[in-house]
């Protein structure tokens, strides 16, 4: 079946384009609102008269289900939240925050009432019991995380595995050839967080692949003296590394190097994969690759709100590409000894 991926593909334009077009809710120009449509003619993508009369019954409510644990990042939880909440609003749609402990409750509640017309799910685990219930529900639901089997789903994510290659290979070419992975706590991994374990997964099969000798380090403090100690203990040369850890561990990476005579990129090489940024802050000083909600929740609300109003059966999963943001913390290697 098209879809509005297949539409946005064959009229050169982004999928919120395509929306906006075929909706009429936002002002498009005239070439290109005719481009869209000569596209989604020759795909036979226009929605049933059916689908348009009951997308005008729609309460125009979006539920978002975000449950909030103890390792929660609060920073991240609020971006992700915002930027979904003020997506929607592009579409015309308001949202019903569900942050209660039993998130599959909560959304049973919110399908019954009849209240929302769809659900977008955060912070999502590799064996998340909401996705259970998303394959019975009859209103559409979008995950903004891919939990182990997505089968039946839609799913929008970062693209770690790429992600990951990327910030590799980039050491790689500065010629390092000892790498570590600074990654989230055991607490974390345990809950079954579905991004920190793509993440090891990725590093360990892409140092693999490159014969590269690596280390990874599950942080046992918010404070990354320990991560440190614990990775030039374990990998005495490591001259890079690869950060993918909570917000305070990234702020404190730089004194706890120097702690040990170490800086970047001089002596170290660091990159920044699959953290979001803390918009109350500065970004951390290192070449990222960001997990962005501004890069993911756009895709998962068009894809929501074709879900709604065209009717569309689940099952698009959409790996964004990363990004890469050069902050020039990556150096040639030296070699140096054990310190």
Known sequence: MTTIQDVAREAGVSISTVSYALSGKRTISENTRKRVEEAAQRLNYFPRAAARALAARHNEIIA???????????????????????????????????????????????????????????????????????????????????????????????????????????????????????SHNEELLKRGANFPLRIEHAFRQRCAETHIASAVINPRSPDAHDAVNQLLTTLPNTTGIILSSSHSVGASLLPALAARGLSVPHDISVIEAGTTPDASTSPLPFDSLPLDPNQTCPVALDLLVDLIEHQRKPGDIILVPPRYEDRHSVAPATDRHTI
């Not at 209660?100 to 999502?124: H, K, S």
């Not at 929008?156 to 990951?164: E, G, R, T």
Request: some cysteine; hydrophobic content about 45%; proline content about 3%.
């Open 64 to 182: 978002v289900t975000t449950p909030v644990h103890s390792d929660t990042d609060r920073s991240a939880h609020m971006a992700f939240t915002m930027k979904v909440a003020t997506e929607a609003r592009k579409h015309n749609y308001d949202t019903l925050l569900l942050v209660q402990d039993d998130a599959v409750e909560g959304m049973r509640r919110a399908a019954e009432t009849a209240l929302v017309d769809g659900i977008v799910a955060l912070d999502v685990d590799a064996d998340d019991e909401r996705t259970g219930l998303a394959r019975t529900m009859k209103i559409p639901v979008v995950f903004v995380g891919l939990p182990s089997d997505t089968s039946g789903l839609t799913c929008v994510d970062l693209d770690f595995d790429q992600a990951i290659r990327v910030a590799i290979d980039r050491l790689i070419a500065a010629g390092h050839r000892t790498i570590g992975l600074i």
